[in-house]
């Protein structure tokens, strides 16, 4: 079942996230989708993540549906003109690609091409979503009329606790159709922070799947906390994971996660959870979802 059928059967929904590999071989994508299919509803294939070169994610959105796996073409519009960005969409479409989070991208100077790259950005993220929407319409940027129209089902980030009312509003506006937040840890305080949103009535009919990760390290923690805009770790957490490494900290990473899933299962308005495990994704999603008693 296609992701915008599961979430408008209001079924919990669970989608993870998958970066392609470096190297051209499809094999650890697909060892991948054979380990966690069964245990999502979809996977993001991200889209040169923290400006580093990685295979293609249209590439290896094939390799998922060649297996199984209902991929979300992460598509950024860093590296992109917008012919490009229109070329890719439409191939996606051909392909089988149906759904599509849109994204401006990591800034250059996070990687190793901020000296020899370009930051093209013919449009943001909510331009992104408005050509998503022309392309739905049957119509490109320049006016080209399609036979064919695409039909993406479109999302785009939200982040908890520094996202306002208006802004999540534009976003919908816009063509979102979904969002996936950034990660929560602290689930009380985005209660109250979400709870804000849902009661004001902008979200009536939007899915928001909310993101998860299982921590390794009490030294990601602290990069999260005081550098990613909206990651709040609460004390627990910290406290979890103190001190720990290797094994012992990937197993309380887990349960953290569990945990926090959990939680979200209560607050109104969430539709699901989106896993998030840099560096160790295949291994986390298949530990945490059944922790979890997602499946």
Known sequence: MALRDILASGTFAVTAEL????????????ASAA??????????????????????????STWLMENGID????????????????SDLLGAWALG????????????????????????KDVDSGGLLRLIGQLNQGELAAGEKLKTPTDFFAAAAMNPLVDTEARVRGKIEAGARFFQTNIV??????????????????LDGIPVLVGVMPPRSTRALEHMHKNIPGVEVDDATFARLSGLSGDEAKTAGVDVAAGVIRQLREVPGVAGVHIMANGWETEAITRVVPAARLR
């Open 97 to 120: 690609v149906r759904s599509v989070l849109a994204l401006s991208g990591d800034p250059l100077k996070v990687g190793k091409y901020a000296d020899i790259a370009t930051d093209v």
């Open 185 to 202: 840890f602290d689930v009380p305080r985005f209660a109250e922070w979400f709870s804000a949103l849902v009661g004001s009535g902008v």
């Open 19 to 30: 970066s392609p590999p470096l190297n051209p071989d499809p094999a650890p994508v697909r």
């Open 71 to 86: 991929p979300i073409l992460q598509v950024t519009t860093r590296d992109r003109n917008i012919m490009a960005i229109q």
């Open 35 to 60: 380990a966690i299919k069964g245990l999502v509803d979809s996977a993001n294939v991200t889209d040169n993540p923290a400006a580093t070169a990685k295979v293609s994610p249209l590439a290896a």
